[in-house]
Nanobody, 124 residues
Framework: QVQLVESGGGLVQAGGSLRLSCAAS????????MGWFRQAPGKEREFVAA????????SYADPVKGRFTISKDNIKNAMYLQMNSLKPEDTAVYYC?????????????????WGQGTQVTVSS
């Protein structure tokens, strides 16, 4: 059973930074492609960023390009999301997810495993 646990969320002022972490069980990080998604109140869950199984390619949603960076550490079995220049519209619960297969994906249904989420709140 793959388990994912997010951490690092919190309250930050606009323009600030946060680094989210996703701790994985077993050898998930090196064995799966992974991604970050978010869900704001009253909105559907949406894609944020994804990384291929070997970490060789990444993809980002347009609203976060140039501000967010996804990475993973196979030795620590963890994935990260560095978020800079945060905006109030980035406020959401952020989820990490893992999928079998090699390539990154922005499609929610491609992911089989999900964490419980961590709240990010950006004040104006």
């Amino acid at each position: 059973q793959v388990q994912l646990v997010e951490s690092g969320g919190g309250l930050v002022q606009a323009g600030g930074s946060l680094r989210l972490s996703c701790a994985a069980s077993r050898r998930t990080v090196s064995s799966y492609a992974m991604g970050w998604f978010r869900q704001a109140p009253g909105k559907e869950r949406e894609f944020v960023a994804a990384i291929a199984r070997n970490g060789g390619s990444t993809s980002y949603a347009d609203p976060v390009k140039g501000r967010f960076t996804i990475s993973k550490d196979n030795i620590k079995n963890a994935m990260y999301l560095q978020m800079n220049s945060l905006k109030p519209e980035d406020t959401a619960v952020y989820y990490c997810a893992a999928r079998t297969g090699f390539s990154s994906s922005y499609v929610i249904s491609d992911y089989s495993y999900w964490g419980q989420g961590t709240q990010v709140t950006v004040s104006s």
